[in-house]
């Protein structure tokens, strides 16, 4: 489909601020099929990378148009800030993107309802330095081995948001349990009702945004909430009943993160915490703390290192 005046004006202008801005790469999201043709030819020395929902449509535009680096990135019922941190993360696990890199972002943000086929709105550069700081496609090849990065993201960008929320006005520290559920179950008892039996599955995925809104309100509950390596919820209120041993903290991190240390490094399991007193959401695997969030400051930053 042929580029709309508005995103053509837009590419254009972006061709000058690649150079200008030093951007190493554009992702282009789109809600609509585009002409990469002539996108080719207004953006000509530059990496060009964009993100699909389906491997169909993945594989139609690799067909295509081999020139465009393309990415399978879920987007149904997610933002824009999620489509672009997930496609961000996919992008640096290939190794298309560095974890320095600068990237300019055209996307859809504000539709134009008198504009009748909208297309692209925003430009916006992103510095991954800051968005994921650190971050290295070996972590993340790492993690996923463990734990699909689908659903890694939407549990760290859960407790992102309860780190930075709250609720109802209070501050509240939780703990999220992913991946290796059976043997999770094994090493945890029950210490209340489940608050997600008899529910189906599509109730529980995490992925889901309204299914994440319900969450929030389980959080405050005492104990875990064990989430499988598909997003779905499996359990809450549960005590972990794990060796505390051959893991060691940071000085002032309590219980919680120790319970997180243990159950990470007693199972194939990564486990996140959310620190109630200062919102900071911290990513435990093999007993060690791998992502440390700061959500009041940034909250997509995923920097890696000792907190």
Not at 9 to 30: E, Q, T, W
Not at 214 to 238: F, P, T, V, Y
Not at 280 to 306: D, M, N, S, T
């Amino acid at each position: 489909m042929a580029l709309s005046p508005t995103a053509s004006a837009l590419v254009s202008g972006a061709r000058n601020l690649v150079g200008s801005l030093g951007a190493d790469a554009v992702l282009v999201l789109a809600d609509m099929p585009l002409d990469w043709s002539e996108l080719r030819k207004l953006l000509p020395d530059v990496p060009l990378l964009t993100a699909v929902p389906s491997t169909f449509e993945r594989e139609l535009l690799e067909e295509k148009y081999p020139e465009v680096r393309v990415l399978e990135a879920t987007s149904s019922g997610m933002s824009i800030r999620e489509r672009l941190s997930l496609a961000l993360l996919e992008a640096i696990r290939r190794e298309w993107l560095s974890a320095g890199a600068r990237v300019l972002v055209l996307c859809r943000n504000f539709p134009d309802p008198d504009e009748e086929m909208p297309q692209i709105d925003t430009v916006h550069l992103v510095l991954l330095g800051q968005h994921l700081e650190r971050l290295t496609a070996r972590e993340l090849r790492g993690l996923e081995t463990r734990v699909p990065l689908a659903t890694l993201r939407a549990v760290v960008e859960l407790a992102t948001e309860i780190g930075r929320e709250g609720r109802e006005g209070h501050p509240t520290g939780t703990l999220f349990v992913v991946g290796d559920s059976r043997k999770v179950q094994e090493m945890s008892r029950s210490m209340n009702f489940n608050p997600f039996r008899g529910y189906p599955a599509s109730e529980r995925d995490v992925r889901d945004p309204a299914v994440r809104e319900q969450i929030k309100d389980l959080a405050r509950l005492e104990g875990a909430i064990l989430i499988d390596k598909n997003g779905i919820a499996m359990a809450g209120c549960i005590r972990l009943l794990v060796p505390d041993e051959d893991f060691t903290l940071s000085m002032g991190l309590g219980t919680r993160h120790a319970a997180a240390a243990a159950v990470s490094k007693a199972t194939r399991a990564v486990a996140v915490t959310v620190s109630q007193s200062s919102g900071v959401v911290r990513l435990f695997q093999e007993g060690q703390v791998v992502l440390h969030i700061e959500p009041g400051l940034r909250p997509l930053a995923w920097a890696h290192g000792k907190p």
